[in-house]
């Protein structure tokens, strides 16, 4: 008798939760062997997206794919399997003098995800997308091939896996650079905004630093609409830090690590809980602007400090809503948003605002091109599908673009990509619900 691999899976907002077959293997001989023995397949690699991303009929996980294969120390080259997370990377590469050039709100990401997603950073209007630093990477096709992809080696197959969600294989390996840094610390400048117009001029003011990114209160209205706080920042140089970081300037002290350890009940996140904590957030900085230097899990990865954050949503779950707007529209765009949610009464406990540079026209699955971005959570409610439509109607409207890999309620990508679903073994049900809804 066929063994029985289904069992209940869901991404890291909990929502939407599926019963279906998954799969983990280490050996390419087996994973082979699994992709030619069924007709629709997804690969998943930690499960930290937050939607109906890499869920699908027949999933394959990647996290016995977990091992480094080279490091080179000199040029700052790294090579692995797909499975391989961010925070093993960093472990790696820190104590070593080396970063990440691009990495999205959460190191337990999978490398291969990174890719599948071609996820961006604080820093995308300095330094682009992570696909702007892989060298190449083995993908295995339908057919049970394994291709080296590259800019030179099939190309076309490399491009449309970069943010492509899943659609051209399951990625293996992956070879990337790494970039020099002299501290595992940043230098950070905190700035409040007290509106939509101040925020804006802040972001224009600070383009030329490598990272920029800003809370924001979307429940103000009026004259406070937009408040929120701006952080910048830059890898911090040995000279630069103060005496009791200098000794290690690589290394990071453990830090105590606080878990949520059971699902909060429903009613405790709502409109009101969410306005004190906006204000909260807002007033615990007293001064107008602040100076100093934050390790860089605190600057890249505040909610990683929490094991099980996502837990605070209650059982029913939530979803991110990520949108990007045209630069020239943005501040209309995002007005519209802020002033749609704010009447909704249905509040983000976490909104971030950031800032898109120029995007690379090779890379046509990417989400992100020149303009601002509004990442939103929102608690699962009744409410909350009536949201999301009058938030799509804005975007597009204004000829923005939804982020795939948060998307879970859009009914439309209002993305370039279809024309890659229609022939591919490779499948979920986020590319089922967008061809749904398109059709």
């Not at 049970?144 to 899943?166: L, V, Y």
């Not at 990337?176 to 972001?203: G, P, T, V």
């Not at 890898?235 to 105590?256: D, G, M, S, V």
């Not at 990417?366 to 990442?375: D, I, K, Q, R």
Request: glycine share 8%; proline share 3%.
């Amino acid at each position: 008798m066929k063994p029985n691999f289904t069992q209940k899976v869901t991404n890291w907002g909990n929502f939407p939760v599926v019963e279906k077959e998954m799969r983990s293997e280490d050996s390419f001989k087996r994973i082979k062997e699994f992709v030619l023995n069924h007709n629709e397949i997804i690969a998943r690699g930690n499960g930290r997206c937050y939607g109906d991303a890499s869920l699908g009929e027949t999933i394959f996980s990647t996290k016995k794919l977990n091992k480094f294969i080279s490091f080179d120390r000199l040029n700052g080259v790294i090579e692995c399997e797909s499975g391989v997370l961010l925070s093993d990377v960093l472990e790696i590469a820190v104590p070593q003098g080396y970063f990440l050039y691009v990495t999205p709100g959460t190191k337990f990401i999978s490398v291969g995800g990174a890719i599948a997603s071609d996820v961006h950073g604080k820093n995308h209007h300095a330094e682009g997308c992570f696909s702007e630093y892989v060298i190449e990477f083995k993908l295995m096709t339908e057919s049970g091939d394994i291709i080296t992809c590259s800019r030179e080696q099939n190309a076309d197959k490399f491009w449309a896996t970069i943010g492509g969600m899943g659609l051209t294989g399951i990625i293996l390996t992956i070879k990337f650079k790494l970039k020099n840094i002299e501290s595992a610390y940043i230098r950070q400048e905190s700035i409040k905004a007290e509106n939509l117009d101040e925020i804006f001029r802040l972001f224009e003011e600070s383009e030329s630093w490598t990272y920029t990114v800003a809370w924001i209160d979307c429940l103000q209205k009026g004259k406070n609409l937009g408040r929120s706080i701006l952080m910048r920042g830059e890898h911090a140089f040995q000279h630069e830090l103060p005496q009791n970081l200098n000794k290690q300037p690589l290394r990071l002290k453990k830090k105590l690590q606080p878990t949520v350890p059971f699902y909060f009940p429903g009613f405790v996140l709502n409109a009101l809980t969410v306005k004190i904590f906006n204000l909260l957030y807002y007033k615990k900085q007293a001064k107008k602007e602040v100076k100093s230097f934050i390790d860089y899990e605190t600057f890249f990865y505040p909610l990683d400090a929490i094991t099980d954050w996502n837990k605070i949503y209650g059982k029913s779950g939530f979803i991110q809503y990520q949108m990007v707007i045209p630069k020239e529209a943005g501040k209309e765009g995002m007005k519209q948003i802020l002033e749609t949610i704010a009447a909704s009464g249905n509040g983000s406990f976490l909104a971030v605002l950031k800032l898109f540079g120029k995007n690379n026209p090779e890379a046509y699955n990417s989400f992100p091109f020149e303009g601002y971005t509004l990442a939103l959570d929102f608690k699962v409610n009744s409410k909350l599908k009536k949201l999301v439509e009058k938030l799509d109607d804005i975007v597009q409207q204004f000829g923005g673009r939804i982020y795939l890999t948060k998307d879970s309620m859009s009914r439309s990508s209002l993305t370039n990509y279809l024309k890659n679903i229609q022939s591919s073994k490779f499948v979920s049900l986020q590319h089922k619900r967008i061809i749904n809804n398109n059709s």
